[in-house]
T-cell receptor, first 114, second 113 residues
């Protein structure tokens, strides 16, 4: 079946603009995670959705970042008033449930803020 | 504070030999550990995992060993193949943390023909 898909694959934006990144998880996966990897850094957790529960937003770096998951499926990560330090690869992952088990990753969106 | 540490940024081995990638962690709450492999411009791909109740898990050429007392795990690849060349990430999670993965910085493995 189809894996996790993300769009766009690349995004170049000017500082101060808003961007939206999209994630389509694997069908039937109830857990969805967003991570980002900045240049030379490891992957950093951003936000977690599990079913209809309130999302775990503990990893969001500032209030410019927000995410939603509509209908328990597609998720959108929004970054408002982008800054150069937001430049990174944003990765989405899904898993069958929030329990133990591997997370399946999409190819990522490379965001460059100029 | 890096809770998951991969102290070797790179490793080079000959084809056919064993590759050993190491990972140390500091948080004793972690109860599940995973290894992911990542090629450039792709997302990480799950490789193998181990629960903290075990000390070894094997899948084909890949074996993960866990030493809880030392808070250390390692990934063995034998025999190594050129297609194994990639960046390998160690990650850990625990239930009280919504199973979000805490990642090491990765080790770049080069398998030379």
């Amino acid at each position: 079946g189809a894996g996790v898909s993300q769009s766009p694959s690349n995004k170049v934006t000017e500082k101060g603009k808003d961007v939206e990144l999209r994630c389509d998880p694997i069908s039937g996966h109830t857990a969805l995670y967003w991570y980002r990897q900045s240049l030379g850094q490891g992957l950093e957790f951003l936000i977690y959705f599990q079913g209809n529960s309130a999302p775990d937003k503990s990893g969001l770096p500032s209030d410019r970042f927000s995410a939603e998951r509509t209908g328990g499926s597609v998720s959108t990560l929004t970054i408002q008033r982008t800054q150069q330090e937001d430049s990174a690869v944003y990765l989405c992952a899904s898993s069958r449930a929030g329990g133990v088990g591997e997370q399946y990753f999409g190819p990522g969106t490379r965001l460059t803020v100029t | 504070d890096q809770q998951v540490k991969q102290n070797s940024p790179s490793l080079s081995v000959q084809e056919g030999r064993i590759s050993i990638l190491n990972c140390d962690y500091t948080n004793s709450m972690f109860d599940y550990f995973l290894w992911y492999k990542k090629y450039p411009a792709e997302g990480p791909t799950f490789l193998i995992s181990i629960s903290s109740i075990k000390d070894k898990n094997e899948d084909g050429r890949f074996t993960v060993f866990l030493n809880k007392s030392a808070k250390h795990l390692s990934l063995h690849i034998v025999p190594s193949q050129p297609g194994d060349s990639a960046v390998y990430f160690c990650a850990a999670s625990f239930a009280g943390n919504n199973r979000k993965l805490i990642w090491g910085l990765g080790t770049s493995l080069a398998v030379n023909p």
